[in-house]
């Protein structure tokens, strides 16, 4: 009789083996592409096979050993392939053996230390800076990444960005297509070409956590799964590359910014705004650990970068007892800084909410004004909203109304907007 419990160790066993596995198949057969087909040629086999079967003992070695099964096949056909190239040039009278020979016997040349505790390291940094390279759109890199490092479904991430699954299904091929093309290497990229590139895997990493904290569009304000993808893959980079203060940084500013998750949402799954928060409710062990990351960051004496700064913020509110009690000034002084290293409107947007915080609403009104002026964050209900916020707090109400009401028709989260329309509400 069947085991359904069959299918779920396979999805347990994928979503934590499956880099490993595809870095180690990669490493095996030296085609990043052909290693993320064989592993998941393995997967379609444990999902038939477990639950009929029973789990193995060793899942990972299963799905690796049929990994390896399904590239030695493959190299066959190949070979076999090749050989008849040869015997038709042969009887055309070209001679010789035809380009792209067979390569040994893949039994016999095959690497038998895929586990060995020293390359495992290297080959899942081998695929998150393969995944994340340059020459891919944004898009791509993130379906790349979640993809053959985080082991989540073309159905999965579809349902975390809300797009259609053939949406990301072309992705994925569009990437792999052009990483075969340029004949991108299966390995860990030289220092300088892994500082240069280190960037566009942080970003990666960034961008699906900021996705998940605030839902652009539907109706949960904070999709948890891909919260904890986004905090898994900055980890495997803590882990992996000890030595680099921003990546310590960008697992600092996710520990604490999820920290605050549990008092983000009420009951009923609507925002529950920062002042309204109970404070006893946030991960106090996830405050933790992001300020233990910060401290790491800022031990390598460069000064913090773009992602440590944030993290630096985020702990200014996630030490404080209260609004009122935030050190706001400080804040106020991270965001100048941060908007020196990495301008931005909404950096400007955010340092103005500090501001207003720190000094009042009539210097916080003048930046808004300035970036408003400038065009700044079109299509938003960001910038709007945070005017009508600061008009409200001056007695300007039909002002205030009138942002609120844009703001409201701009947002995307249906979440977010019930906020909106209740502030609207108590306008009168």
Same mark, same amino acid.
């Given at each position: ?44 086999? $444990?999902?038939? =096979?477990?639950?009929? !079967? ?9 799905? &690796? ?5 399904? $590239? ?45 505790? !020293? ?33 989540? =479904? ?5 349902? *975390? ?5 053939? =949406? ?65 893959? $900055? ?7 000890? /030595? ?13 910014? @999820? @920290? ?5 949402? /009420? ?6 705004? &920062? ?42 509110? *996630? ?32 340092? @103005?909410? $500090? ?56 947002? /995307?989260?249906?979440?977010?907007? =019930? ?7 108590? &306008?009168?």
């Amino acid at each position: 009789m069947a085991d359904p419990t069959g299918r779920e160790a396979v999805a347990a066993v994928w979503r934590i083996e499956s880099a490993r596995i595809v870095g180690a198949l990669a490493r095996y057969c030296g085609d990043f592409s052909l290693a993320e087909d064989l592993a998941q040629e393995a997967l379609a086999e $444990a999902l038939v =096979t477990w639950p009929r !079967d029973g789990v193995p003992r060793n899942p990972a070695g299963w799905l &690796l050993t049929v990994g390896r099964r399904r $590239a030695i096949d493959a190299f066959r056909r190949r070979a076999a392939l090749n050989e008849r190239y040869a015997a038709l040039a042969h009887n055309l009278g070209e001679g010789g053996v035809a380009s792209g020979s067979a390569p040994a016997d893949p039994v016999q040349s095959a690497d038998d230390g895929l586990w060995d505790p !020293d390359q495992i390291d290297d080959d899942v940094l081998a695929l998150m800076f393969i995944s994340c390279h340059p020459m891919l759109s944004r898009e791509s890199r993130i379906a790349l990444t979640l993809r053959v490092v985080g082991g989540l =479904t073309s159905d999965e991430i579809a349902r *975390a960005f809300l797009i259609p699954t053939a =949406t990301v299904q072309a992705r994925i091929t569009r990437a792999k297509k052009t990483l075969g093309a340029a004949r991108v290497p299966f390995a860990v990229p030289s220092a300088d070409e892994r500082a240069e590139r280190l960037g566009s895997v942080l970003n990666v990493v960034y961008v699906v956590f900021t996705e998940a904290t605030l839902a652009s569009s539907g109706e949960e304000l904070i999709r948890l799964d891909l919260a904890s993808e986004a905090q898994r893959l $900055a980890r495997i980079l803590a882990r992996l590359m000890p /030595g680099e203060p921003e990546v310590h940084g960008l697992l600092a500013l996710l520990e604490l910014t @999820a @920290a605050r998750f549990p008092a983000r949402t /009420g009951p009923d799954g609507e925002p529950v705004l &920062l002042e309204h928060q109970d404070r006893r409710r946030w991960d106090r062990p996830a405050i933790r650990r992001g300020r233990a990351a910060l401290a790491r960051a800022a031990q390598a004496g460069q000064g913090l970068g773009a992602y440590g700064l944030q993290a630096a913020i985020a702990e200014c509110h *996630a030490v404080a007892p209260s609004v009122d009690q935030t050190d706001w000034e400080r804040v106020v002084l991270l965001y100048e800084a941060l908007g020196r290293l990495a301008p931005s409107p909404v950096v400007e947007l955010n340092r @103005a909410v $500090a501001v207003s915080m720190a000094r009042g609403p009539v210097a916080a009104l003048h930046i808004v004004d300035e970036l408003a002026t400038d065009g700044a964050l079109p299509g938003s209900h960001l910038l709007p909203s945070v005017r009508g916020e600061l008009l409200i707090r001056l007695g300007r109400t039909d002002e205030a109304r009138t942002e609120l009401e844009r703001a409201t028709q701009l947002c /995307g989260n249906e979440r977010e907007r =019930t906020v909106l329309r209740r502030k609207l509400t108590g &306008l009168g």
